[in-house]
């Protein structure tokens, strides 16, 4: 069965600073995804990262993905007070004829002034 | 394009009632999700739709839960005999996967609390 790790699974950080989440994924996959959730709201969807190696970048965040680490991490750079929200990581595992989501539990990023 | 669309957005229902909630995906898509997240939890998968067939059923989906999609258009989702621990936001999403790229659309979500 395929399991989802992030951690941290809370940060407080500073604005201005820079931080690393992780994503460590149990089982095959190329296809990785992240998202970004505010209270009460739905999954914004931030980056879709489909091969090993794959680095994508918008604004202070940038994901990478290593799939043969199965390791995706998602940094943020400079951080501001916006980018307070949870953040999670899904695998499409693509295998067996499954189709589903296998999410992490989330990263809840807080910004402090 | 409007996206996926959800109704109801909230619902509040006393135990043991029924409650059904709707999900329109993006026209074009022919898969359809249905997840459920609890709070402070990832969003965990209850089953999936391509056109009409459902393909898959996660094991979360008791007896009590029931999902269509008649004309592989729109869907229901019903949960019968609700229980306290059925309060969860439902999410629906949806997806082509054409090409490369399996990514899931995600709606706004119903908000179900039992009381």
């Known amino acids: 069965e395929l399991k989802v790790e992030q951690n941290p699974l809370f940060l407080s950080m500073q604005e201005g600073k820079n931080y690393t989440i992780y994503c460590n994924y149990s089982t095959t996959s190329d296809r990785l995804y992240w998202y970004r959730q505010d209270p009460g709201k739905s999954l914004e969807s931030l980056f879709v990262l489909l091969s090993n190696g794959a680095v994508k970048q918008e604004g202070r965040l940038m994901a990478s993905l290593d799939t043969k680490a199965r390791l995706s991490t998602l940094h943020i750079t400079a951080a501001v007070h916006d980018l307070s929200a949870t953040y999670f990581c899904?695998?499409?595992?693509?295998?067996?004829?499954?189709?589903?989501?296998?999410f992490g539990k989330g990263t809840k990023l807080t910004v402090n002034p | 394009d409007t996206g996926v669309s959800q109704d109801p957005r909230h619902k509040i229902t006393k135990r043991g009632q029924n409650v059904t909630f709707r999900c329109d995906p993006i026209?074009?898509?022919?898969?359809l999700y249905w997840y459920r997240q609890t709070l402070g939890q990832g969003p965990e998968f209850l089953t999936y739709?391509?056109?009409?067939?459902?393909?898959?059923k996660s094991r979360l989906l008791s007896d009590r839960f029931s999902a269509e999609r008649p004309k592989g258009s729109f869907s229901t989702l019903e949960i019968q005999r609700t229980e306290q621990g059925d309060s969860a936001m439902y999410l629906c999403?949806?997806?082509?996967?054409?090409?490369?790229?399996?990514?899931?659309?995600f709606g706004p979500g119903t908000r179900l609390t039992v009381t």
């Open positions: 899904a695998v499409d595992p693509s295998w067996g004829g499954s189709e589903k989501l296998v």
């Open positions: 739709f391509q056109n009409e067939a459902q393909l898959e």
């Open positions: 026209s074009e898509h022919n898969r």
């Open positions: 999403a949806s997806s082509s996967r054409t090409g490369a790229n399996y990514e899931q659309y």
